[in-house]
């Protein structure tokens, strides 16, 4: 089992900018991938970044690209989630993602993210 928990979510200015963040802890040594994926009301969740644990390829949402920036840190199994140029189209609940080689997915509970106009 991995557990994940996320921080770093919270009320923003159109323009403003967060950083996510989130920890890793358990079965964390076959993790193969770390991303974030979010669900804003009344539609489906969909994926934004993503970056390899070995490698570090990242990999974004078309409409975040230029504006955010997926991160990792190896020795404290963590990702991040750097988001710049903030829009109201962005509010949405922020999910941390976990790929292990297993293969398993786990998820985090959840960061709120709100940007108002």
């Known amino acids: 089992q991995v557990q994940l928990v996320e921080s770093g979510g919270g009320l923003v200015q159109a323009g403003g900018s967060l950083r996510l963040s989130c920890v890793a802890s358990g079965r964390t040594f076959d993790t193969m991938y770390m991303g974030w994926e979010r669900q804003a009301p009344g539609k489906e969740r969909e994926f934004v970044a993503g970056?390899?644990?070995?490698?570090?390829?990242?990999h974004y949402l078309d409409t975040v690209k230029g504006r955010f920036t997926v991160s990792r840190d190896n020795g404290k199994i963590s990702v991040y989630l750097q988001m710049n140029s903030l829009k109201p189209e962005d509010t949405a609940v922020y999910y941390c993602k976990c790929v292990t080689y297993s293969p398993s997915t786990y998820w985090g509970q959840g960061t709120q993210v709100t940007v108002s106009s």
């Open positions: 970056i390899s644990w070995s490698g570090g390829e990242t």
